[in-house]
């Protein structure tokens, strides 16, 4: 297989009872360089510290970790609010809805509560896996780096999340949605 960093993350989950798809593009060159230093410190110590199986699981609490100890994960640029939310921001959620799949932005999802802590916390796990894999790896490490993701349920695409959702099958059985609010 053929890795190439424009590629975007797919992965099923299940929230609340509910298979949603989520999908994820890589990060750009200049946050890259905005960041460079505590994503590459984190990749560095998933590698060193052996962490290499439980890497999708522990990624977003690594990059915390590092950047506190740098001091950067507070304030205006800090990666809380700097690079965790344009991870957040550049994913979106594919969400079985009233006029079929329908995608919610992950930033959403979690702003206004409509996903738990518990399942933000696993999906930013990946997501920041997924971030220092595209991000950190060459190409011919990416390739080694991605079974790994796909072991973890990950797939690759081409497709924004809008084309995604239009490739999955049309819903046929009417099933509650994470956009829909109770009445």
Request: proline share 3%.
């Amino acid at each position: 297989m053929r890795i190439n960093k424009a590629l975007n993350l797919i992965q099923e989950a299940e929230i609340d009872g509910i298979t949603v798809w989520i999908h994820s593009t890589p990060i750009s060159h200049e946050i890259f360089e905005k960041y460079f230093r505590v994503l590459s410190k984190t990749m560095s110590t998933i590698y060193s510290e052996g962490h290499h199986i439980t890497a999708p699981k522990i990624a977003a609490l690594m990059l915390k970790e590092i950047a506190q100890e740098m001091g950067r994960w507070a304030g205006k640029d800090g990666v809380e609010s700097g690079l965790m939310n344009e991870i957040r921001r550049l994913t979106n959620l594919v969400i079985p809805g009233k006029q079929g799949w329908e995608t919610l932005p992950f930033f959403v999802a979690v702003q206004s509560e409509q996903i738990s802590a518990e399942d933000a916390a696993e999906i930013e796990g990946m997501l920041v896996f997924f971030t220092l894999a595209s991000a950190i790896h060459g190409q011919k490490n990416l390739e080694m780096a991605w079974p790994l993701i796909e072991r973890w349920g990950g797939q690759s695409s081409y497709l924004n999340s809008t084309e995604y959702a239009h490739s999955l099958p049309i819903l046929t059985v009417t099933a509650n949605s994470l956009s829909q609010e109770s009445t």
